[in-house]
């Protein structure tokens, strides 16, 4: 079985920063991509950043220039590196892989989630 664990969310205040990470875990053959999406209170969730295997990212164009999408493909691990925290990023973030396991069909995963809140 494949799970993906959020981690290192947590309180901040407007301004600060924080590090998301999200680790693979399980039979995985190839990771072909990476995400982290974000869902707030009564929103759909959207796409924040996503990275390949072989390193190109995306990102959405509220957070480009803050977020910085990393991974870490010796550890099955991915990254969100999130600097000058807003009042209206808040919000549950969610980590999301494409990756081929055990029965050899590349499919989409999801984590738990990790809250990302902000309060002065």
């Known amino acids: 079985q494949v799970q993906l664990v959020e981690s290192g969310g947590g309180l901040v205040q407007p301004g600060g920063s924080l590090r998301l990470s999200c680790v693979a875990s399980g039979h995985i053959l190839q990771i072909n991509s990476m995400a982290w999406y974000r869902q707030a209170p009564g929103k759909q969730r959207e796409l924040v950043a996503d990275i390949t295997g072989s390193g190109s990212t995306n990102y959405a164009d509220s957070v480009k220039g803050r977020f910085t999408i990393s991974m870490d493909n010796a550890k099955n691990t991915a990254y969100l590196q999130i600097n000058s925290l807003k009042a209206e990023d808040p919000a549950g973030f969610y980590c999301?892989?494409?990756?081929?396991?055990?029965?050899?069909?590349?499919?989409?995963?999801w984590g738990q989630g990790t809250q990302v809140t902000v309060s002065s």
């Open positions: 999301n892989a494409h990756l081929v396991g055990r029965n050899f069909f590349a499919e989409y995963y």
